[in-house]
């Protein structure tokens, strides 16, 4: 589904990424681990189209993304979320959602960018979709709330309905876990699995490795921008490369 193929970026005389290369099946969940640093989200970056890689290339459903702008590689199936939330504030959580969904629009992504009218049909289909997320999440009763009125667990759901909106073949998740406590974190294990059953790809990149060893089939672990280790969950968390990894510095 996901093909990243000996991908290379340095920022100036840094090496980010170098020469990075594995793959993430449908109804697959990757787990993506490393210290800080590591490249991890620059390889989210990468893939999503925020930045260009110097060397190599990533695939998606065996067809090249090289060059494509964000929008062009959402609209063939991918979505992500961002380590630091991304709520649109004075928006309701339900119209956060809806932002997701131009994408998969009839009307198209231009007529949105534009705000041309869509059909009312068309609106309250989305409506109806976006509510059914929200639900599937635990927050049909906020809908309705100013986004940033929620506490941050929440605030990280509507991230994640917003990302699902465009109903991606393959989702990017940067450090999802991060800031939730334990009972939401678990959630989220359930609700990954769930994503996993209908058959999407999913990137997970992650610290915590209670979750990562939960969720995921494989995990490939990063250091200075290169795989130290990949392989089954238990095995990379107490490979000797990875232990120096979070352990030595
Ligand atoms: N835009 C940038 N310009 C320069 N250096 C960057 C930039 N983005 C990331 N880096 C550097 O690249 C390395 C990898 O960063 P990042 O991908 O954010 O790591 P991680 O997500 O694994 O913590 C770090 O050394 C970071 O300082
Ligand atoms: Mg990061």
């Given at each position: 589904?996901?093909?990243?193929?000996?991908?290379s970026?340095?920022?100036?005389?840094?090496?980010?990424?170098?020469?990075?290369?594995?793959?993430?099946?449908?109804?697959?969940?990757?787990g993506?681990?490393?210290?800080?640093g590591?490249?991890?989200?620059?390889?989210?970056?990468?893939?999503?189209?925020?930045?260009?890689?110097?060397?190599?290339?990533?695939?998606?459903?065996?067809?090249?993304?090289?060059g494509?702008?964000?929008?062009?590689?959402?609209?063939?199936?991918?979505?992500?979320?961002?380590?630091?939330?991304?709520?649109?504030?004075?928006?309701?959580?339900?119209?956060?959602?809806?932002?997701?969904?131009?994408?998969?629009?009839?009307?198209?992504?231009?007529?949105?960018?534009?705000?041309?009218?869509?059909?009312?049909?068309?609106?309250?289909?989305?409506?109806?979709?976006?509510?059914?997320?929200?639900?599937?999440?635990?927050?049909?009763e906020?809908?309705l709330?100013?986004?940033?009125?929620?506490?941050?667990?929440?605030?990280?759901?509507?991230?994640?309905?917003?990302?699902?909106?465009?109903?991606?073949?393959?989702?990017?998740?940067?450090?999802?876990?991060?800031?939730?406590?334990?009972?939401?974190?678990?959630?989220?294990?359930?609700?990954?699995?769930?994503?996993?059953?209908?058959?999407?790809?999913?990137?997970?990149?992650?610290?915590?490795?209670?979750?990562?060893?939960?969720?995921?089939?494989?995990?490939?672990?990063?250091?200075?921008?290169?795989?130290?280790?990949?392989?089954?969950?238990e095995?990379?968390?107490?490979?000797?490369?990875?232990?120096?990894?979070?352990?030595?510095?």
């Amino acid at each position: 589904m996901l093909e990243i193929k000996g991908v290379s970026k340095r920022f100036g005389g840094l090496v980010a990424l170098n020469q990075v290369s594995f793959e993430v099946r449908r109804g697959e969940i990757v787990g993506l681990i490393g210290p800080n640093g590591a490249g991890k989200t620059t390889l989210l970056h990468v893939v999503s189209g925020l930045l260009f890689e110097d060397q190599g290339e990533v695939r998606l459903r065996g067809r090249s993304l090289k060059g494509l702008a964000p929008w062009e590689r959402a609209a063939r199936g991918l979505a992500r979320t961002f380590q630091h939330i991304r709520i649109f504030p004075g928006l309701s959580v339900l119209e956060n959602v809806l932002c997701g969904f131009h994408l998969r629009r009839r009307a198209g992504f231009l007529s949105a960018l534009f705000h041309l009218p869509r059909t009312a049909r068309e609106e309250g289909y989305l409506r109806e979709q976006a509510l059914r997320l929200l639900a599937s999440l635990g927050l049909a009763e906020k809908a309705l709330l100013p986004a940033e009125t929620l506490p941050y667990g929440e605030q990280k759901k509507v991230v994640l309905a917003r990302a699902l909106a465009s109903n991606p073949q393959v989702l990017l998740l940067d450090e999802p876990a991060a800031g939730l406590n334990e009972r939401e974190t678990r959630e989220l294990g359930t609700y990954l699995r769930a994503l996993q059953s209908q058959e999407m790809a999913i990137l997970l990149v992650e610290h915590d490795l209670n979750l990562v060893v939960e969720v995921c089939q494989r995990v490939v672990a990063l250091d200075q921008g290169r795989i130290i280790a990949q392989g089954a969950p238990e095995e990379v968390q107490n490979h000797p490369a990875v232990l120096e990894a979070y352990l030595g510095r």
